[in-house]
């Protein structure tokens, strides 16, 4: 499923592209899609996927075996690159699904409000 909407968004491209004037030694779209994947199969924290990437059927992605430290790095790297991945998204978002955006929705989960009844 994951697979279904990373590659038509060119994810792991467009995180290539974002982070290739800088200093990575690790496939950080490679860490980021088994985080994405393990979120959705066995949400959990990034050592216990770590300990169960054998167990998730992952894409082939040659013979680099999986690291513990990149696990905790990889959105470090994804952070820092932010802003560049989302205007790529939203392009090919905008592109894939023929979207005219005239609202935008933000997520208030995170976000507590106070305020007082009215009598």
Request: some cysteine; aromatic content about 10%; glycine content about 4%.
């Given at each position: 499923?994951?697979?279904?909407?990373?590659?038509?968004?060119?994810?792991?491209?467009?995180?290539?592209?974002?982070?290739?004037?800088?200093?990575?030694?690790?496939?950080?779209?490679?860490?980021?899609?088994?985080?994405?994947?393990?979120?959705?199969?066995?949400?959990?924290?990034?050592?216990?996927?770590?300990?169960?990437?054998?167990?998730?059927?992952?894409?082939?992605?040659?013979?680099?075996?999986?690291?513990l430290?990149?696990?905790?790095?990889?959105?470090?790297?994804?952070?820092?690159?932010?802003?560049?991945?989302?205007?790529?998204?939203?392009g090919?978002?905008?592109?894939?699904?023929?979207?005219?955006?005239?609202?935008?929705?933000?997520?208030?989960?995170?976000?507590?409000?106070?305020?007082?009844?009215?009598?």
């Amino acid at each position: 499923m994951v697979q279904f909407l990373w590659n038509p968004l060119g994810l792991t491209e467009a995180i290539r592209d974002a982070l290739r004037d800088r200093e990575v030694t690790v496939d950080v779209a490679r860490y980021v899609q088994a985080m994405v994947i393990h979120r959705l199969v066995d949400p959990a924290s990034k050592l216990r996927l770590f300990h169960t990437l054998d167990d998730l059927s992952l894409p082939d992605w040659g013979g680099e075996p999986w690291q513990l430290q990149p696990c905790y790095r990889a959105l470090d790297y994804l952070v820092d690159i932010k802003p560049q991945l989302e205007r790529v998204l939203s392009g090919r978002l905008t592109d894939l699904l023929n979207f005219k955006l005239s609202w935008v929705l933000y997520d208030l989960t995170s976000t507590h409000l106070h305020g007082h009844a009215c009598p």
